[in-house]
Nanobody, 125 residues
Framework: EVQLVESGGGLVQAGGSLRLSCVVS????????LGWVRQAPGKEREGVSC????????YYADSVKGRFIVSTNNAKDTVYLQINNVKPEDTATYYC??????????????????WGKGTLVTVSS
């Protein structure tokens, strides 16, 4: 059974930092891109950042470059999102995603074949 379980969300003050984690299981992690998509209230989902377990490449949305850092553990079964200098516009539900390297699904940045249930990040100004 495929599972993606996020943690680390919560309330944070603008300018602060937090780290999201997502533990994945149920598939061969070496063949996947792991990442994060967020959805702010009233807005469409946005691919934030992701990293490829098979070639090490990474992607960052322009809106988060320089502030967000995506990484994985040595086992490549946990993906992290370090969020620095948080801004009120970072308020959103953050979903962990996993996309197979040969997926037939249309490509959208960091969209996954599998999705977690999401973790809410709320930034106070």
């Amino acid at each position: 059974e495929v599972q993606l379980v996020e943690s680390g969300g919560g309330l944070v003050q603008a300018g602060g930092s937090l780290r999201l984690s997502c533990v994945v299981s149920g598939f061969t992690v070496d063949e996947y891109i792991l990442g994060w998509v967020r959805q702010a209230p009233g807005k469409e989902r946005e691919g934030v950042s992701c990293t490829s377990n098979y070639d090490g490449s990474t992607y960052y949305a322009d809106s988060v470059k320089g502030r967000f850092i995506v990484s994985t553990n040595n086992a490549k079964d946990t993906v992290y999102l370090q969020i620095n200098n948080v801004k009120p516009e970072d308020t959103a539900t953050y979903y962990c995603t996993a996309r197979w390297r040969e997926s037939d699904n249309p490509w959208e940045p960091c969209w996954g074949d599998y999705w977690g249930k999401g973790t809410l990040v709320t930034v106070s100004s």
